[in-house]
T-cell receptor, first 111, second 114 residues
């Protein structure tokens, strides 16, 4: 069973700052998801990656399969980026299908 | 853009009552999922469904839970006799194919059991 850990748990930063959220997992995976959860509770998928790096606007996600580690970066952060960011692992092999979630990083960007 | 929808958005029920949570996945998707999130805790996998049968379920998904795809569009989660600890946000998700595809989440149903 995969253990997914995120750090930090809470992060408060000023508008414009570069943000990094980290995720590590214990067992080999086929893919890792980064998700965003807003205060109302809805979940939006930001990235799914299995190697290397992906970029979408001001968001960048990287993954190092050997080190079982992924990072989510936000450049030029803005108050509207305030949300909970969650990483979730899709285990490889064995017919595993559901995602294993981290506890989330609660990000607040202050103007 | 196609999206996953869920109804109702909120439901309050008495302990012991049956509830049915409904989801309409994205129309051409083949894999369907239910997750739950107890307030203040992480999201947990409940069940995955493909080709009209359960493909995987977690230890949370006991005999009180069942899933069904009664027609070509709806995907339902039934809780037969609700307990206080079933109070949570329930998310439906769908995916086009099994490998290499993003899961798309619905907005969730907030269930409160009194």
């Amino acid at each position: 069973k995969n253990e997914v850990e995120q750090s930090p748990q809470n992060l408060t930063a000023q508008e414009g700052e570069f943000i990094t959220i980290n995720c590590s997992y214990s067992v080999g995976i086929s893919a890792l998801h980064w998700l965003q959860q807003h205060p109302g509770g809805g979940i939006v998928s930001l990235f799914m990656l299995s190697s290397g790096k992906k970029k979408h606007g001001r968001l960048i996600a990287t993954i190092n399969i050997q080190e079982k580690h992924s990072s989510l970066h936000i450049t030029a952060s803005h108050p509207r980026d305030s949300a909970v960011y969650i990483c979730a692992a899709l285990d490889s092999g064995g017919g595993a299908d559901g995602l294993t979630f981290g506890k989330g990083t609660h990000l607040i960007i202050q103007p | 853009e196609p999206e996953v929808t869920q109804t109702p958005s909120h439901q309050v029920t008495q302990m012991g009552q049956e509830v049915i949570l409904r989801c309409v996945p994205i129309s051409n998707h083949l894999y369907f999922y239910w997750y739950r999130q107890i307030l203040g805790q992480k999201v947990e996998f409940l069940v995955s469904f493909y080709n009209n049968e359960i493909s995987e379920k977690s230890e949370i998904f006991d005999d009180q839970f069942s899933v069904e795809r009664p027609d070509g569009s709806n995907f339902t989660l039934k809780i037969r006799s609700t307990k206080l600890e079933d109070s949570a946000m329930y998310f439906c998700a769908s995916r086009l194919n099994r490998g290499g595809e993003t899961q798309y989440f619905g907005p969730g149903t907030r269930l409160l059991v009194l």
